[in-house]
């Protein structure tokens, strides 16, 4: 049965700091919902809030009109992880997850089902404190997947994963959406939900941005244009009189900021300049986060340069 996360007007205080600020959205069944924003926005806060692990100072996450702790049987309703790390480092993987469902009445076979599927088979009678963060977090998806869940929420779950199990991963968040399933991820890798979700909700110091599709957040933002041409000094000089940023590439070309791909053909035609080549270029995810967290960001630096010196 499908399941709907809502967060409804959501504030949550801690003395003086303002961790989830009158936060509203819906994370929709049958889509991969990204939940992204810098450090400190409150994303692991409200994923906490939704798993009953604090409590609101005002408004509601539930699931299905439910607070987590209302839910008859919490392992078959939702599935979490949160902290990879987070397990008895002298339990070994198999006990953990045969812990977890004895609490849950989920059957030891399940625990077999879900060791497989995770490929941790081989390693499941070791103890979890020698695990690396990758087998952790493998451990941390069976845990997830014990309940056989209609929701799922993950908070960083790529760290410490190589290539091939980033792969597995992002396979394996589509065919849960696929299922009609309730798929919640958090992530500050932008290159990776770019390829992953299929919804996108961006927060800053507690509140909300913006929040659509990929190609929703990134049509409208501002692209470049890739150009190669006969004369790229007299081209750069004929489009910064025209308010462009231009910048030279590695490979003998000009990227163009602040003109379409028209304007600069049209700049290049007047001042007499044969056109190579003249590719748009939309934004990527990354550089529209960057540009609507700007002013979220709780540790800022400055550009990257020589170290200060004594």
Known sequence: MQRML???????????????????????????????????????????IILGLDHPTK???TIDGNNYEDLRSPLHEVGALLDAKA???GRTARNHLRALAASNRIKRSRVEEVL??????????????????????????????????????????VNGLDPEGIRWIREFFRSLAKEGRTVFVSSHLMSEMALTADQII???????????????????AQGTVLVRASDLTGLTRALEAKKALVQATSDSGLTVTGLTSEEVGDTAFKAGITIHELTPQRASLEEVFMDLTADSVEYGTSMPGAMPRE
């Not at 003395?15 to 994303?43: I, M």
């Open 59 to 61: 408004g509601r996450a």
């Open 87 to 89: 397990v008895h480092p």
């Open 116 to 157: 497989e599927f995770v490929g941790i088979s081989s390693v499941a009678d070791k103890k979890v404190g020698g695990f690396s963060l990758g087998m952790s977090q493998r451990l941390g998806i069976a845990s997830a997947l014990l309940g056989d869940p209609p929701v799922l929420l993950f908070d960083e779950p």
């Open 6 to 48: 809502k967060i409804d007007h959501l504030t949550k205080h801690y003395k003086d700091t303002v961790a989830v600020n009158d936060l509203d959205f819906e994370v929709k069944p049958g889509v991969v919902t990204g939940f992204l924003g810098p450090n400190g926005s409150g994303k692991s806060t409200t994923m906490r």
């Open 202 to 220: 961006v927060i800053g110091r507690g509140a909300l941005i913006t929040q659509g599709s990929v190609d929703d957040l990134t049509a409208t």
